[in-house]
């Protein structure tokens, strides 16, 4: 089986559980799930009336997560660049979609905002996911040689990881850090190898 069409499965049927098992059955979720089940088994849908917006966003999603999972090194389309002339189409549409959701979160069905809540590309708010994969580089440095990114090393990746450690202290230290941050960098400090609490099954989000 391609690993593509098996993880967009397994999203799916996930989703799908998780979407049943926490709200109220509704017609969108249940158009939009018959959606998503077609796209990622590659199947006629199952609904009887009107799928076309449904048919789209699940092939925009699809397509929004195989980019993420072929691209090198892997990152989900580029929303702010730059050279936006740099970026492919593929990924121009991919990040216009992203945006798209979190603007209009409010209009998309409960099985939408679960499947997006499991995506491994999509993050509702992609600057705070930035930040938290930067703690988690410093968190996975440490696990490797047992002491925090040392500003002094030869080692580039190690200097860019102090730089930016030592400039979420002294932001903290002046008060401006925001506190979530902050209350994150201080549980890293506490235990610098330890990972936070797992996130549920069914994914966190809008």
Known sequence: ???????????????ATCWRASTPTDTESERDDAAGWAVAFDAPIAW?????????????????????RTSLPRHAPRENTRIRSSLS?????????????????????????????????????????????????CRLHYAA?????????SDP??????????YQLRQKRSGQLAPARAAALDRFLRAPGEKGAPANGCGSGE
Do not use: C
Request: hydrophobic share 40%; aromatic share 12%.
């Open 48 to 68: 009887d009336g009107s799928t076309s917006l449904a048919m789209n966003w699940a092939r925009s999603l699809d397509a929004y997560e195989t980019f993420w």
């Open 145 to 153: 040689v047992q002491r925090l990114p040392f500003l002094n090393g």
């Open 1 to 15: 089986m391609d690993d593509a069409r098996h993880d967009a499965k397994e999203l799916h049927e996930r989703a």
């Open 89 to 137: 189409q593929a990924e121009r549409n991919g990040g216009e979609w992203a945006r798209y959701q979190r603007r209009f979160h409010n209009r998309l069905s409960e099985f939408q905002k679960i499947r997006l809540n499991l995506s491994p590309a999509f993050q509702w708010n992609p600057v705070e996911a930035a930040w938290m994969a930067h703690l988690d580089e």
């Open 157 to 166: 990746v190690e200097l860019h990881l102090a730089r930016w450690l030592n």
